[in-house]
């Protein structure tokens, strides 16, 4: 079927028959589930309304409560005048309270519904729920579920603190023996009721906007809390999904800050057995530039280059680090994967383990080590002090 919103491309049969849902959020309603679906109206998005016609939202939300998924969608063709087609989903949103009291149920219902596809995002509504988050207009995209799966492409690629994990990810985390899952959340900033209207879109600075925020970590098909910006990177760092970023490191005199942009990113992980027991060796290998120096450094010298290397190595490290602490002291729940490391290089000794890694994680000793390579100075290799006092 075809549906290229960018390109306007739409089937006669989607138009006149189906209803297209673009997002869907599930929330907790008592013993209930809450569904809304994001429906997109085709003639708003493709912008065919003429001058001085009224204004038209580019979607629609349609909203049922059920004992499970598949009841709260077919109880919406009693508002709907056309099937609701989720083959084109992009982003599903889950509330917070539902993803804490678990959400094997749905998942289940996803993965076995033949219309959904497995390459739509998932995330967390971070202390909300999702149908608010589904309600707010945005600027830039055509619809909000355009908006929230552009903007968590680009936050991932290009500051490294979300986790952009589509479906088919998440279902392998959650029945995997060796590796949980982790998915980002998404905060409601602003007013939520202006957030519901048009005039949210129509200021230079919106009253309310979705920003997503920190990593939802789970255990098995539950929720048990949240990474906080730092551990989330140091997460994303074991599992080299930072494609670029940067890191702020102290100036070694003073308590000014030297900005490195990380422009690639290389992880290795494996297992190693010491006195019987695992160990996990992670490894980083780091490219970047310095694009601001607030310190009195001349970095024509190797020795200046080979210091930044040394200090953005240690953050880099500080932040795996602290992650893993979270996750083995507080969490208890292996989402970076170090069963499967164990797995893969020691099947028999997995086999005795498995059962009991959930006790097994918090002992695992992890060994960290990072390489920072600073490749070149962009533009001057003077910071602005040093040319002034030049």
Excluded at 48 to 69: D, Y
């Amino acid at each position: 079927m075809c549906l290229t919103m960018a390109a306007g491309c739409w089937n006669r049969r989607e138009l006149n028959d189906l209803a297209i849902s673009v997002a869907i959020g599930v929330d907790k309603r008592g013993n209930q589930i809450l569904l809304t679906d994001q429906i997109v109206d085709p003639g708003a998005v493709a912008g065919k309304e003429g001058g001085g016609a009224t204004f038209r939202a580019p979607v629609s939300l349609f909203q049922e409560k059920g004992r499970g998924i598949q009841e709260a969608a077919r109880r919406m063709t009693i508002e709907s005048t056309r099937k609701i087609y989720v083959g084109q989903l992009q982003m599903l949103v889950i509330g917070e309270k539902l993803a804490k009291e678990g959400i094997g149920k749905l998942l289940d219902h996803i993965s076995r519904d033949h219309e959904y596809r497995s390459d739509f995002y998932v995330i967390i509504a971070r202390r909300a729920e999702a149908q608010d988050i589904l309600k707010v207009f945005t600027a830039l995209e055509k619809t909000p579920a355009t908006k929230m799966r552009a903007s968590l492409e680009v936050s991932s690629k290009a500051w490294g603190t979300s986790a952009a994990v589509k479906f088919d990810e998440f279902i392998s985390n959650v029945v995997s023996k060796g590796k949980e899952a982790a998915v980002t959340g998404i905060r409601l900033i602003g007013d939520p009721k202006i957030g519901n209207d048009k005039a949210n879109v129509e200021k230079i600075l919106s009253p309310a906007n979705l920003h997503y925020s920190g990593v939802a970590v789970f255990k098995k098909d539950k929720m048990l809390g949240w990474l906080n910006e730092d551990d989330s990177k140091g997460y994303n760092y074991t599992q080299g999904k930072i494609k670029s970023t940067v890191e702020l490191v102290s100036c070694p005199k003073n308590k000014n800050k030297i900005t490195v942009e990380i422009l690639r990113n290389k992880k290795t992980m494996k297992a190693v057995m010491e006195d019987g027991k695992p160990v996990i060796h992670i490894r980083i290998k780091t490219e970047g530039v310095i694009t601001d120096a607030q310190c009195r450094m001349d970095f024509t010298k190797p020795s200046s280059i080979t210091l930044v290397e040394r200090l953005t190595s240690s953050h880099i490290q500080n932040s795996v680090l602290s992650a893993v602490n979270t996750m083995q002291n507080k969490y208890k729940s292996d989402i970076f994967g170090f069963g499967e490391a164990v797995e893969r290089k020691y099947p028999q000794y997995w086999e005795k383990v498995k059962i009991d890694w959930d006790k097994v994680f918090p002992t695992i000793r992890v060994n960290i080590r990072v390489e920072s390579n600073i490749q070149k100075m962009f533009k001057t290799t003077k910071s602005l002090y040093e040319r002034m006092e030049g």
